[in-house]
């Protein structure tokens, strides 16, 4: 009997399985950043005092309260056996605990086989292409632009699906949507 493949999901945290309102200032800081400031290489604000934590906690974390759209979908597709889906945030290591509590309130850690959580504060672009190499995955939701753009120059080993935001819908990418549901919804139909 020939076993079926599993297909692999990893889903960013904040703005993919989280609805994060703030999501919407990333293409003017982005702008700012490369337009204006002339910074031409992929860089992630690093916290480090417990002042710039305070700062990344208001702008990242708190933002993040409630489940994105598609998070019932995502609860049905887990118990597929044909899928698996990981958790791959960028998060910095202190958030682990409230990420972790987040996602219990929401009954969405069993969902996940795996949770990657950037505890060693690496850049959260570099820490996914790291993970998403070293573990093979199928398909990977990300919603900040500038990582998805990253993750395929560097050559990334999976297909990428990026949720805009109202700001961004301009934006030409071939895998792009909306919100996680309708993302959802395209892999499932790719693997039917």
Known sequence: MESKKVIRIGL?????????????????????KHKIIKVKKLGFFKPKSSWQRWIYYL???????????GVRLLKKMANIPKYEFYLITGR?????????NWLKKYQLLEVFKKIYLNENDEQPHKFKLRIINQHHFDFLVEDNFDIVRDLNEQGAKTRILWI??????????????????RALEKINESNV
Not at 59 to 69: H, N, T
Not at 92 to 100: A, I, R
Not at 171 to 177: A, K, Q, T, V
């Open 12 to 32: 960013d945290f904040d703005g993919v399985v989280t609805y994060n309102p703030m999501r919407v200032l990333r293409l003017v800081v982005s702008f700012t």
């Open 59 to 69: 702008g990242i974390v708190a933002p993040s309260f409630y489940p994105a759209r």
């Open 92 to 100: 910095y290591g202190f958030t682990k605990y409230l990420t972790h």
């Open 164 to 181: 805009y935001n109202i700001l961004e819908s301009w934006r030409n990418y071939p895998d792009r949507f909306p919100h996680l549901e």
